[in-house]
Every structure is written in C-alpha cells, then in structure tokens.
C-alpha cells in the first residue's frame, strides 16, 4: 500500500524548534518530488516546501525561508522537516505529500494524515 | 505572493452542476499548465482530483472535469451528490518554483 506518515508534532513554545518526520512506503521514495503542505485551525492549505529527487532543488514559501529547512533520506525513505523560530502563525497541521512525480511542477497525489503542530507560550 | 482567488463557496442540488472559478496571474496560472484541483472533507487529508489543468487521476468520478483560460481555472462538478460536498482547492506551479494554493471554496449540497 502506497502511504505517508508523519509524525514529530506538539507543542512548542515561540521561538522554539520542532522537527517533523515523514515515513514512506510502497513506492519509490528516491524516484518522487516530496513535499510539506499546512493548514492552520479552520483555514485554507498553505504550501510549505518542496525537495526533488537526490536533494538537486528545494523551494520554500517566503514565510518559512530562513526558519525551515527540508531534507530527505532516500536511503530510509523518509523526509523531513526542521522548524526553528517558530512563531504563533506557525500553528497548524502539517502535511507530507508525494508529488506525481520525479518533477515537483505537478499535482501532489499521495498524502500523510498528517500531524498538528502548536505554537504557544 | 497572494493565494489564488477562488469563491467562499457554491451550492447546488444534487443532480445539478457547478463551477468553482480560480484566478491568478501571469506569475502562475497564466503560464502554467500546471493546476491542480484537491477536495477536502472535514478532518481529512486532501485528495487530489485534477492535476495539469485537466487530468483526472486514477480512481476519480469522471463527473469532475476541469479547464483554464488565460489566468482563470475552472472546475466543474456535475450530477452533484452529497459526497461532493466538501472544501475545494485549486493550485498552481509558479515562476518562483512554488506552489500557491487557491483561498478554498466550500461546496454545499443542498
């Protein structure tokens, strides 16, 4: 069966560090474009960031560049999310997805159910 | 970047049809042929229902089809049934290499 899942989340105070992991299985790992997606409590998705196969090009939104970083471990097939300074806004659940593909341009077909992250003091 | 502009929400009966508008710019769905459509039910993950402006995945209604003109997508569902109703979101590859999401429509069976 073809899954994603999260785990890592919880609460952290402003300002502090939480790290996400992402474990894949029944495909590929090394062969897909993987990403983190969030949706904070009763809001819309928010793209976070992408990384493409062998770690060659990451992305991130404006709003974590500099306090996120992504990373992957093809070899465990698994993905991962590093969050520092984080902030009130950061409160949300945060999602893993598999794009369909070896490019990150497409849709995001395979999801995790994903884990809740709290910022909050 | 600003989210994609997508209407707070549509109703229908069950039988009917609908379109859910997303608008965007030469930045992103006026260049791209790159959206993507997700449906959301309520403490559910997402689930990707179209993706490069009109292909349906594997396993999805053919009453979901999708199109774009200029920085406009649109998707539409027809024969409306009450397991439509949910959250909907457009997305679209941008020249930045992200991904912008639409602001989300909720769609109503009435």
């Known amino acids: 069966e073809v899954q994603m899942v999260e785990s890592g989340g919880g609460l952290v105070k402003p300002g502090g560090s939480l790290r996400l992991s992402c474990a894949a299985s029944?495909?590929?790992?090394?062969?897909?474009?993987v990403n983190w997606v969030r949706q904070a409590p009763g809001k819309g998705l928010e793209w976070v960031s992408s990384i493409t196969p062998f770690a060659s090009h990451l992305y991130y939104a404006d709003s974590v560049k500099g306090r996120f970083t992504m990373s992957r471990d093809d070899a465990q097939s698994s993905l991962y999310l590093q969050m520092d300074r984080l902030r009130a806004e950061d409160t949300a659940v945060y999602y893993c997805?598999?794009?369909?593909?070896?490019?990150?341009?497409?849709?995001?077909?395979?999801w995790g159910q994903g884990t809740l992250v709290t910022v909050s003091s | 970047q600003s989210a994609l502009t997508q209407p707070a929400s549509v109703s229908a009966s069950p039988g009917q049809s609908i379109t859910i508008s997303c608008t965007g710019t030469?930045?992103?769905?006026?260049?791209?042929?790159?959206v993507s459509w997700y449906q959301q039910h309520p403490g559910k993950a997402p689930k990707l229902m179209i993706y490069d402006v009109n292909n349906r995945p594997s396993g999805v209604s053919t009453r979901f089809s999708a199109s774009k003109s200029g920085s406009t997508a649109s998707l539409t569902i027809s024969g409306l049934q009450a397991e439509d109703e949910a959250d909907y979101y457009c997305?679209?590859?941008?020249?930045?290499?992200?991904?912008?999401f639409g602001t989300g429509t909720k769609v109503s069976v009435l």
């Open positions: 030469s930045s992103d769905v006026g260049t791209y042929n790159y």
């Open positions: 029944g495909f590929s790992f090394s062969s897909y474009s």
């Open positions: 997805a598999r794009s369909l593909g070896y490019y990150d341009s497409g849709g995001f077909l395979v």
């Open positions: 997305t679209s590859y941008t020249s930045s290499g992200s991904h912008l």
